[in-house]
């Protein structure tokens, strides 16, 4: 079955800074990879997905980039704020499966 | 647009007894539905998922159960908590590929 890596654990930016966060999937049939924003105490909020067909896709201050050969897909966050301070989840979702399977998480700190 | 509810917010119960937690959606139709546990400062364990009517599929054995009696509700339970059950637990529903998950609801167990 699919298998999602998330990298790094943690990591700490400056305001302005830009922060990555890259994930690896198994399954190269997977078609679609989505990013949740977690803040603390709250219900994750999806912030950004992209489809198979697609290798970048941007909204304002966040982008997503897709490699498909190497399996591996990374949120890109530029101009960070302190607001942006949150545990951030890459998921990924095979052709026919209805389920998403989640990274473990990337807790980003974001100082002012 | 569509909606996702789940009560209670927060729920203390002692060790040993029985749970329900309730979701519903608002404003679709034939959703598929999950139940995930998270573990404080963890990631999120899938626990329940339906795609339909008594349609659930069970991701980890354990004490916990769920059934789907209507469309669009979505029912997690327990005859006996332990404490390792304490967590924040969220439903999530989705049509095709985007999944939105409610509010959550705190469990401690003591």
Redesign the interface.
């Known amino acids: 079955g699919e298998n999602v890596e998330q990298h790094p654990s943690t990591l700490s930016v400056q305001e302005g800074d830009s922060a990555v966060i890259k994930c690896t999937y198994s399954d190269s049939a997977s078609n679609?990879f989505?990013w949740y924003k977690q803040e603390l105490g709250?219900?994750?909020?999806?912030i950004i997905?992209i489809?198979s067909n697609v290798g970048e896709k941007k909204d304002q201050r966040i982008a997503v980039t897709l490699n498909k050969t190497a399996k591996h897909f990374s949120l890109h966050i530029t101009e960070t704020q302190p607001e942006d301070s949150a545990v951030y989840?890459c998921a990924a979702?095979p052709t026919g499966f209805?389920?998403?399977v989640?990274?473990?998480?990337t807790r980003l700190l974001v100082s002012p | 647009s569509q909606t996702i509810h789940q009560w209670p917010a927060t729920l203390v119960q002692p060790v040993g007894s029985p749970l329900s937690l309730e979701c519903t959606v608002e404003g679709t139709s034939n959703p598929?539905l999950?139940w995930y546990r998270q573990a404080a400062g963890r990631?999120?364990q899938?626990l329940f998922?339906s795609?339909g009517i008594d349609q659930i599929s069970s991701e980890v054995p354990q004490n916990l159960s769920a059934s789907r009696p209507q469309d669009r509700q979505f029912i997690l339970s327990s005859k006996k908590l332990l404490l390792s059950d304490s967590g924040f637990y969220?439903c999530a529903w989705?049509s095709q590929?985007?999944?939105?998950?409610?509010?959550?609801t705190r469990l401690t167990v003591t």
């Not at chain 1, 989640?102 to 998480?105: L, N, P, V």
């Not at chain 2, 590929?97 to 959550?104: I, L, T």
């Open positions: 679609y989505p709250k219900r994750p909020q999806l997905d489809r989840f979702i209805q389920k998403l989640f990274g473990t998480g | 598929n999950y990631g999120l899938l998922y795609i969220l989705s590929y985007e999944q939105y998950f409610g509010p959550g």
